[in-house]
């Protein structure tokens, strides 16, 4: 059967995350509804990463097989017709049998957007994460610099986390201002539960002088969940992008542009894979 992979944004602040949940609503089941009517069959999507509820999308992977013979325009036209409006399909590709949206990244990309001023937006309200007290950029980045590298990451993950190592590399973090925004840019080979959102949170009590920059290094080295201060909500985390080898020809997002060469060797083992950032 041929296998498709599809790219997908979405608006995460009315879903229940991705995966399927009894009587709850979720992207996963939203979009395997609308396959199955372009397909005329029913189909099993798997993503690159499961995302909770509130969490967003500018670019996620998911693939699924189909005895359906349609061209790629028909898939992202089709699909996107029986589609609610905070769901889309960007492109789709035929990919080989051995690909698997989750198992074969090589690397995964999200973006965390801080609303920093001081009244909440009537605009985006569940698009960013809103912060009224002043954060330095330059603070937070030199923070973010000592998380760079394959490190234990025990004191970022969430106490429900099910991976079996807490070990990951982290490719590159950037953080930046761009008027009353912060954003945060982080790229490892795969992340814990909460990982992101909780490092997140690290970074915005250091810009807003609470904590000293080099608390994420004496984070690292404590090991421990319960030190690490609070875990930043999902309104601002976007999976932003997913890496493959270039064998699949799936589109890379211009940040991964910058990781080393040879990265294709820090793929991670199966049981490290991660159910969310």
């Known amino acids: 059967m041929p296998r498709i992979a599809l790219g997908l944004e979405y608006d995460g602040s009315s879903f229940a995350g991705w995966q399927i949940q009894r009587d709850k609503r979720t992207v996963q089941a939203c979009l395997e509804r609308a396959v199955a009517k372009v397909a005329a069959e029913s189909v099993d ?15 996620q992977v998911a693939h ?10 028909s898939w992202v036209l089709g699909v996107n017709t029986n589609l609610p409006d905070d769901v889309r ?12 949206a989750r198992s074969c990244a090589i690397a995964r990309f999200y973006r965390y957007v801080i609303l920093n001023r001081g009244m909440r937006s009537a605009l985006r309200p569940r698009q960013a994460t809103w912060c009224f007290y002043p954060l330095d950029a330059g ?4 923070a973010a610099d000592h998380l760079i590298g394959d490190h234990d990451f025990s004191s970022f993950r969430a106490q429900g986390c099910q991976s079996n190592s807490p070990r990951r590399l982290m490719h590159l973090i950037r953080v930046w201002r761009e008027d009353e925004e912060v954003i945060v840019e982080i790229c490892a080979n795969a992340f814990l539960h909460h990982m992101v959102r909780n490092i997140a949170g690290v970074l915005m009590a250091i810009g807003a002088g609470k904590r000293e920059s080099d608390w994420t290094r004496e984070l690292l080295e404590l090991k421990n969940r319960s030190l690490a201060g609070i875990t ?13 080898p270039e064998r699949f020809g799936i589109p890379h997002h211009p940040l991964f542009e910058l990781l080393p ?6 793929r ?3 049981h490290q894979l991660p159910a969310t950032g």
């Open 45 to 59: 999507l798997v993503c690159a990463g499961r995302t909770d509820s509130g969490v967003h999308a500018l670019e």
């Open 64 to 73: 699924f097989d189909t005895g359906a013979q349609r061209d790629m325009r």
């Open 89 to 100: 399909v960007l492109w789709a590709r035929p990919v080989p049998d051995e690909f698997h």
């Open 139 to 142: 603070r937070m980045q030199e």
């Open 232 to 244: 930043a909500p999902a309104d601002g985390l976007y999976l932003a992008g997913v890496y493959y």
């Open 261 to 266: 060469a040879g990265v294709d060797r820090y």
């Open 268 to 270: 991670p083992a199966a």
